[in-house]
Nanobody
Framework: QVQLVESGGGLVQPGGSLRLSCAASGRIFSIDTMHWYRQAPGKEREWVGGTTSDGTTNYVSSVKGRFTISRDNSKNTMYLEINSLKPEDTAMYYC???????????????WGQGTQVTVSS
């Protein structure tokens, strides 16, 4: 049993910053790649960025320079630092992680329930 929980969302003015967290818990052998997605009302879920097990990151081009993903393997947690927030960043932000629950070397995908980010003046 594995659970992913996002936190840190809220209402922020344009130009502000937020730090989102995605914490994994349960029977975890190892966590491989972790990703952030977001979904605005009426839009498809969009991949924002991700990080490999060694901390290498990649982002969708539209958020490069403003979004920073990091992870703390000792805490089974991934972070998303968002700077210079824009109204178009308003969305539910979701965490997805590939997690191995035993030593057999196969990872399953897990989703969190999301945390709401609202950017408005």
């Amino acid at each position: 049993q594995v659970q992913l929980v996002e936190s840190g969302g809220g209402l922020v003015q344009p130009g502000g910053s937020l730090r989102l967290s995605c914490a994994a818990s349960g029977r975890i052998f190892s966590i491989d790649t972790m990703h952030w997605y977001r979904q605005a009302p009426g839009k498809e879920r969009e991949w924002v960025g991700g990080t490999t097990s060694d901390g290498t990151t990649n982002y969708v081009s539209s958020v490069k320079g403003r979004f920073t993903i990091s992870r703390d393997n000792s805490k089974n947690t991934m972070y998303l630092e968002i700077n210079s927030l824009k109204p178009e960043d308003t969305a539910m932000y979701y965490c997805k992680a590939a997690i191995q629950t035993n030593e057999m070397g196969y990872a399953n995908w897990y989703w969190g329930q999301g945390t709401q980010v609202t950017v408005s003046s």
